[in-house]
């Protein structure tokens, strides 16, 4: 089976036999995909003729409720995105979860949010300016919506959330969007925009998908649209210097690697609550979605004298946890999602272990259960890295798998140095019952992370979860992470609107002030 492609407002098939998608446990090819022979420059132009003036038909409330119908169609096929998440992914009910159901809270919290926005079609920013004597000149900024398309390039880990943790904002800022879904896991992307498609919720040409590789795509970019990225960094600069992205000064958004790190407080002490809190979540971290998470932890700053009961109580519970082919029932943690991701982790295991000496697992011949002829597993491995701040590898090197470093640290200005050897992440977590340190810490660190989650024991288990993107809150992070910015509620609308200022006669200022909304009502 050929995976369809719907681009240009018809369900296309591109040429030759295309790009397998496997099955990571049992080896079995499952569909392929090709973009090859597709006309992607008029699918662009499609998008852009179509699709865009027909949302921009729409006020933000009726979208909003358009992203509420999404979400309910979705919800309907649960099951079916369960089951192929299992095939493709390797992904256990709960790593199934996280994608599928992280993907429709997200739809319904930007359809909830998007009702604020009432009747309007554009934002008006901040007070009308005086720029003459009288007030019949006068200065208004407005934030309109961009005439283009929204092109979507994403990795493969999260094939449902990654489409529409960035098509709720854009569909809701009124930008058509055209997704190219990363090749290995492209059938749950693929498969939730045929059900869209299908049900006919949104106008021609707002929803399109290219599958397999994006060819010449980027060639026919233009000023007046976005390209929002998620993927390795590599890719990114690719992606960031492409000659067309360039010369149309194209906005991009990237999301890229990162290798975050949560940090433990000097105040805390072995056994403690907010110690349990730390443990908890890093085992969580390492093992949901197998570790290959953009936000999960990558590195465990601890103080000196308890590195080695972090490194034990950690341990101990990823012992608990059986690794194998999450159709048997006892399985916890899955296989990476192809043999290609296998063999990038296990090089990069083999640089971290230039630094590092093994605490846990590491043995790449490990038995997985019930998977005798799978290679895609790694086995959940916590390593230990004394000399944190003279190493390299540790803190460049995303293992993309169940891989964490323990780095013990000697006081609060360590801990910050070694956070920044990231060179920027998505998020860091702190667990400390000390306000000062915590406070220190985020100040420490804020300019290279777009989220820091601070937990002590009055917060215990009501916090968010380390690696858990809420739609209300911002995602995305500086230096290595990218320099992007995605959600953050209706905030994330604004990457899909220029802002320009009008200087003109009070009674054009008064009418397209009277027809916009407050874009303070983004932030509220
Ligand atoms: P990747 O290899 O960089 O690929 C990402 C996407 O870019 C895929 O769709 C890929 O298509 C496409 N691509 C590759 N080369 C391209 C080119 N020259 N022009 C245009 N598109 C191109 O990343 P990945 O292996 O899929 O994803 C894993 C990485 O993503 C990890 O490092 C992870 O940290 C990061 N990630 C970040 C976030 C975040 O929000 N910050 C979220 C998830 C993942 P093909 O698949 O067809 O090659």
């Known amino acids: 089976m050929k995976l369809a492609n719907y681009l240009s407002g018809r369900w296309q098939e591109g040429q030759g036999p295309g790009t397998p998608l496997t099955d990571p446990v049992t080896g079995d090819v499952l569909a392929s995909v090709s973009s090859d022979g597709l006309d992607l420059a008029a699918a662009l132009d499609h998008s852009r003729r179509v699709g865009n003036p027909a949302l921009a038909a729409l006020s933000y409330g009726e979208r909003a409720a358009l992203l509420g119908r999404i979400a309910e169609v979705l919800s309907s096929h649960r099951e079916t995105y369960f089951a192929l998440s299992l095939q493709n992914s390797g992904a256990t009910e709960g790593d199934a979860s996280f994608d599928v159901d992280g993907a429709i809270y997200t739809l319904k919290t930007y359809a909830r949010a998007g009702k604020a926005l009432g009747d309007a079609r554009h934002l008006n920013d901040g007070a009308t300016l ?9 200065g208004q900024h407005y934030w309109l919506p961009l005439s283009g398309v929204a092109i979507f390039i994403n990795a493969f880990n999260f094939p449902a959330w990654g489409l529409w943790e960035k098509a709720a904002p854009a569909l809701q800022a009124g930008m058509p969007v055209l997704v190219k879904p990363a090749t290995p896991t492209a059938w749950l992307t693929q498969r939730m925009v045929e059900d869209v498609i299908k049900a006919g919720i949104l106008p021609e040409g707002a929803l399109s998908i290219v599958c397999g590789g994006a060819r010449d795509l980027l060639d026919h970019v233009e000023e007046c649209d976005v390209v929002s990225f998620t993927g390795s960094a590599d890719t990114a600069a690719r992606i960031r210097t492409h000659p067309q992205v360039v010369a149309r000064s194209v906005r991009v958004n990237i999301e890229a690697d990162s290798v975050n790190s949560a940090i433990l407080g000097p105040d805390v002490t072995a056994g403690s609550p907010t110690f349990d809190l730390l443990v908890r979540e890093v085992v969580r971290e390492m093992t949901i979605k197998t570790g290959q998470k953009c936000t999960a932890i990558r590195r465990i700053l601890v103080p000196q004298a308890l590195a080695d009961a972090v490194g034990q109580a950690i341990a101990e519970k990823l012992a608990k946890y059986p690794v194998g082919n999450p159709r048997s ?19 990069g295991l083999a640089r971290l272990g230039e630094e590092c000496t093994v605490v846990f697992g590491g043995n790449p011949d490990f038995s997985p259960i019930d998977a005798p002829d799978s290679k895609a597993f790694v086995q959940p491995t916590l390593l230990r890295c004394d000399r944190g701040l003279a190493a390299r590898h540790v803190h460049d090197t995303e293992v993309f798998g169940p891989v964490a470093t323990l780095v013990p640290y000697q006081d609060a200005a360590e801990a910050i140095a070694l956070a920044r050897r990231g060179r920027g992440s998505l998020v860091a977590s702190v667990y400390s019952d ?19 989650m601070a937990v002590n024991s009055e917060v215990g288990n009501q916090h968010t979860g380390h690696g858990n993107v809420v739609p209300t809150c911002l995602h995305g992070g500086g230096g290595r992470a990218g320099g992007g910015e995605e959600l953050g509620g209706l905030r994330g609308l604004l990457f899909y609107h220029r802002r320009m200022v009008l200087q003109g006669p009070k009674a054009v200022v008064d009418a397209l002030r009277a027809r916009g909304a407050d874009a303070a009502l983004l932030t509220a």
């Open 130 to 138: 005086p720029l003459a004597k009288t007030d019949v000149f006068q």
């Open 329 to 347: 029932t006892e399985v916890r943690v899955g296989p990476l999602v192809s043999e290609a991701q296998r063999s990038a982790a296990l090089e």
């Open 434 to 452: 000390d306000t000062d340190f915590t406070t220190r810490l985020t100040l420490g660190i804020a300019d290279l992370h777009g989220r820091v």
